[in-house]
């Protein structure tokens, strides 16, 4: 089941490619990859965006810059059939089932495992969906705020489902 995961964040940031798992690029690209699978199917916008990547310290021209990253992020994102990227008016998608990242899976797995009729079943699912972690959530992406806040929102949000309209 794990190999159809296509977003890791439970550990190293990767998403996988023909060629195996890579690195998303430069921790702002990472963080911001971040961001949107953490909402997968939801419109993050670009203040929400630009507040996550730079923090206090945004570069005077913080479009410019965020539509430079968007442009690598989108190119990670098209190695991945299933996903999609999208401009949705001042924002952006990530357009994917959210059990293509690993958080998601996990997630799903757990509740899956608590629901379980009989304990054999319950502690299957919990192995599948221990399993899914590598190290620590976010492991190459720098302690920024934005990194903290989103370490500490996988402990606390459910999956998300995909909204089909922008």
């Known amino acids: 089941m794990e190999d159809d995961i296509a ?23 990472r963080l911001m990859l971040v961001v949107l699978a953490l909402n997968v199917g939801r419109v993050v916008p670009v203040p929400e965006l630009i507040d996550a990547v730079w923090e206090e310290r945004p570069p005077r021209s913080v479009r410019a810059s965020l539509y430079a990253l968007v442009t690598h992020v989108r190119q990670f ?3 991945i059939p299933e996903a999609g990227f999208d401009r949705c008016g001042d924002g952006y998608r990530l357009r994917a089932d959210p059990a293509l990242v690993d958080l998601h899976r996990f997630r799903s797995l757990a509740r899956s495992g608590r629901d379980a009729a009989d304990s054999r079943s319950a502690v ?34 459910s999956s998300p489902t995909a909204s089909a309209g922008c």
């Not at 977003?7 to 195996?20: C, E, K, S």
């Not at 221990?130 to 806040?149: C, K």
């Open 124 to 157: 299957a699912l919990f192995d599948e969906a221990l399993a899914l972690w590598r190290g620590q959530a976010l492991a190459d992406v720098p302690g920024t705020a934005a990194a903290e806040m989103l370490r500490s929102a996988f402990a606390s949000r």
């Open 77 to 79: 994102v098209a190695v």
């Open 7 to 29: 977003l890791r964040l439970l550990g190293p940031v990767t998403v996988r490619t023909r060629q195996g798992w890579v690195s998303p690029g430069p921790p702002q690209q």
